[in-house]
């Protein structure tokens, strides 16, 4: 399984951006997928996720009410739509996909598989 993250670029605070991260391989049925990110001289960081089958989604406190996570399960591929930007919000972009049920939606070891990741900006 490949993971093609993309969308990232330089936004203006307030503004928005919408990532796309598409898989690629052997018949894609993961049980959950999800983006982190990790800021210059930070640890990479749980943003948010979503539960392939029924679509139920979960956030970082830091971006609820501002990010949606959604999927396309037919093109094999998970969204995050970013509004609100913020200067904070500065990162690399990585999605990531579990292929089985793990219980801690947060952490990177909860998952298998890693895009490549796309740099977000937002200038103030």
């Known amino acids: 399984v490949q993971l093609q993250a993309s969308g990232g670029g330089l936004v203006q605070a307030g503004g928005s951006l919408r990532l796309s991260c598409a898989a690629s391989?052997?018949?894609?049925?993961?049980?959950?997928m999800g983006w982190f990110r990790q800021a210059p001289g930070k640890e990479r960081e749980f943003v948010a996720a979503?539960?392939?089958?029924?679509?139920?989604?979960y956030y970082a406190d830091s971006v609820k009410g501002r990010f949606t996570i959604s999927r396309d399960n037919a093109a094999n591929t998970v969204y995050l739509q970013m509004n609100s930007l913020k200067s904070e919000d500065t990162a690399v972009y990585y999605c990531?996909?579990?292929?089985?049920?793990?219980?801690?939606?947060?952490?990177?070891?909860?998952?298998?598989?890693w895009g490549q990741g796309t740099l977000v900006t937002v200038s103030s």
């Open positions: 979503i539960r392939w089958s029924v679509g139920s989604a």
């Open positions: 990531a996909a579990s292929q089985e049920y793990r219980p801690t939606i947060m952490t990177m070891t909860s998952y298998n598989y």
């Open positions: 391989g052997r018949t894609f049925s993961p049980y959950r």
